[in-house]
């Protein structure tokens, strides 16, 4: 049974660091790309990264290029993102979903394009 289960989160200050985990089972990670997606009170779920499974090839939004990184541990079936220089606006619940195929390229983004997803985790930047 596909299951992912996301956790890490907590409240940091701004300028501070998490490290959220996607655990996966009931699939063989190595055949499918995994995004992580956010939801901040009151908006819609956008896209923050995704990791391919074929190559490893990586994704970001440009809203958080340069200060999370996405990684990949295939013998831990499990995804991380490492945020860092976190900020009041990257407050929301973080989700990780599967991607339908291997590569996420343009569609890595679009929610339509993932079959499942986890239950989320908390993430609260505040002074």
């Known amino acids: 049974q596909v299951q992912l289960v996301e956790s890490g989160g907590g409240l940091v200050q701004p300028g501070g660091s998490l490290r959220l985990s996607c655990a996966a089972s009931g699939f063989n990670l190595d055949y499918y790309a995994i995004g992580w997606f956010r939801q901040a009170p009151g908006k819609g779920r956008e896209g923050v990264s995704c990791?391919?499974?074929?190559?490893?090839?990586?994704y970001y939004a440009d809203s958080v290029k340069g200060r999370f990184t996405i990684s990949r541990d295939n013998a831990k079936n499990t995804v991380y993102l490492q945020m860092n220089s976190l900020k009041p606006e990257d407050t929301a619940v973080y989700y990780c979903a599967r991607h339908q195929m291997e590569e996420g390229g343009n569609s890595w983004s679009s929610l339509v394009e993932y079959d499942y997803w986890g239950q989320g985790t908390q993430v609260t930047v505040s002074s």
């Open positions: 990791i391919s499974s074929s190559d490893g090839s990586t």
